[in-house]
């Protein structure tokens, strides 16, 4: 399996406070993704990164940033949450090929 | 634009049964295809792939062609087990896109003893 791991695995917050979950990987693979899964939606991407300090938004960016100081360390920022932010989100990396590998998951309550 | 479409679930079957999950595509190019299976608690695992027309991916028994004439990449297998039942996405990455998946919405199978 890919050296993949997300923190925390589960979190509960409320409207209006920031959160920050975080993506580790220990393959120094390039490319870095961070997914959102809800129900009939699939995987949508939030936003992706190329390389150290280079990202790019992705289909459902708005209300997310998201920064990559360290080629291992993927971080993505809900400034401040709503609830249509609820969701299990999901980090993937990719390297020479186009696979990817998926962390386990982190799912995100905003009440 | 580029997207995927798989055929809704639930899907339900017996043990032993035939499997086939259906999945289309829109893409300009020449995207490779993938599917992408998700146990219960458990992010997505590659299952199978396949970068070219009339290319054949397979892994624990499942199969799916790239077929470029009707822009399909139908998921099958001979006989399924309780031990299948999980959520399958079809995906597709666009040539020289930074390796983006786009994602089908996901389907359910069901398979009982």
């Known amino acids: 399996d890919a050296g993949i791991t997300q923190s925390p695995r589960h979190k509960v917050t409320e409207t209006g406070t920031p959160v920050t979950l975080r993506c580790h990987q220990t393959?120094?693979?390039?490319?870095m993704y961070w997914y959102r899964q809800d129900p009939g939606h699939g995987l949508r991407l939030i936003h992706y990164?190329?390389?150290?300090?280079?990202?790019d938004k992705g289909e459902v960016s708005d209300g997310y940033s998201v920064s990559r100081s360290k080629t291992e360390d993927f971080l993505l920022t809900l400034e401040s949450a709503t609830s249509s932010q609820t969701s299990v989100y999901f980090c993937?990396?990719?390297?020479?090929?186009?696979?990817?590998?998926f962390g386990p998951g982190t799912r995100l309550t905003v009440l | 634009g580029n997207s995927v479409t798989q055929m809704e679930g639930p899907v339900t079957l017996s043990e032993e049964a035939f499997l086939t999950i259906n999945c289309t595509y829109t893409?300009?190019?020449?995207?490779?295809l993938f599917w992408y299976v998700q146990y219960p608690g458990e992010g997505l695992q590659l299952l199978l792939k396949?970068?070219?027309?009339?290319d054949k991916g397979s892994n624990k028994g499942f199969e799916a062609t790239y077929r470029k004439e009707t822009t399909s990449f139908h998921l099958e297998k001979g006989s399924v087990q309780v031990s299948d039942s999980a959520v399958y996405f079809c995906?597709?990455?666009?040539?020289?896109?930074?390796?983006?998946?786009?994602f089908g919405t996901g389907t359910l199978l069901a398979v009982q003893p």
């Open positions: 995906a597709l990455a666009r040539e020289g896109a930074t390796n983006k998946l786009i």
């Open positions: 393959e120094n693979h390039r490319y």
């Open positions: 396949a970068t070219k027309a009339d």
């Open positions: 893409a300009t190019g020449y995207p490779s």
């Open positions: 993937a990396i990719s390297g020479s090929t186009n696979e990817q590998f």
């Open positions: 990164s190329y390389g150290v300090k280079d990202t």
